[in-house]
């Protein structure tokens, strides 16, 4: 599959649960970005990643953990995680982090947290 | 940091009408500034960009016009058609960081 995808596109967890999300991006592109999508809301960055380097962590309760073992790959740890918690988890990635650097999305998971 | 406002929050047009979309935005180091439309259950996708040396650019149906001075960028959407309905975000990008600040977007309906 090309560009960039994300598994798995439904989630519903537990607040005591363990889970992670997948994102995989196969644009050969350097940076990779977890943004938060809430009803009503803009979307909110979580982290950024730049050549497997975290260079961002916008302020996330520590539930959220991220994850980037090559530049490809990113993942987004969850734990004991909270009813507001749930939302559209969106990856993207660009060719780099910088000024005008096209994002482009996945399709995203949509978390439910009961 | 950059803190950008996007008005309105919805907009309902006739078929054929034009439809605009308003953003303004904080930080006068912003140089970048893109617009995603996300159609319902499906990922925010590029559909045009502006940068802070130019002033308009056009792409078909749609434009992005920017004004520096008073911080804020525009998106018009003429001509348009059943499958414009979808929720439009404006984002903006300062050079001092590389991150993108988004709006909190714009659900637009096109009436047929």
């Known amino acids: 599959e090309t560009g960039v995808t994300q598994t798995p596109r439904h989630l519903v967890m537990g607040m005591t649960n363990k889970k992670s999300l997948k994102c995989e991006q196969h644009?050969?592109?350097?940076?990779m970005y977890w943004y938060k999508q809430s009803a009503k809301k803009p979307l909110e960055l979580m982290f950024v990643?730049?050549?497997?380097?975290?260079?961002e962590n916008n302020s996330v309760p520590s539930r959220f953990s991220p994850e980037c073992p090559n530049s490809s790959h990113l993942f987004l740890h969850l734990h004991t995680l909270q009813p507001e918690d749930s939302a559209l988890y969106l990856c993207?990635?660009?060719?780099?982090?910088?000024?005008?650097?096209?994002?482009?999305f996945g399709p995203g998971t949509r978390l439910t947290v009961t | 940091g950059e803190n950008v406002e996007q008005h309105p929050s919805t907009l309902s047009v006739q078929e054929g009408d034009s439809a605009v979309i308003k953003c303004t935005y904080s930080?006068?180091?912003?140089?970048?500034f893109p617009w995603y439309k996300q159609e319902l259950g499906k990922r925010p996708q590029l559909i045009i960009d502006?940068?802070?040396?130019?002033g308009e650019k056009k792409d078909q149906r749609i434009a992005v016009t920017l004004n520096k001075t008073a911080k804020h960028f525009s998106l018009h959407i003429t001509e348009t058609q059943p499958e414009d309905s979808a929720v439009y975000f404006c984002?903006?990008?300062?050079?001092?960081?590389?991150?993108?600040?988004f709006g909190a977007g714009t659900t637009v309906t096109v009436r047929a």
């Open positions: 990643y730049n050549f497997k380097e975290q260079t």
């Open positions: 993207a990635s660009s060719q780099e982090v910088g000024t005008g650097s096209e994002q482009y």
């Open positions: 984002a903006a990008s300062s050079r001092n960081d590389y991150k993108l600040s």
């Open positions: 930080d006068s180091a912003s140089n970048y």
């Open positions: 502006i940068r802070s040396n130019v």
């Open positions: 644009l050969g592109h350097n940076a």
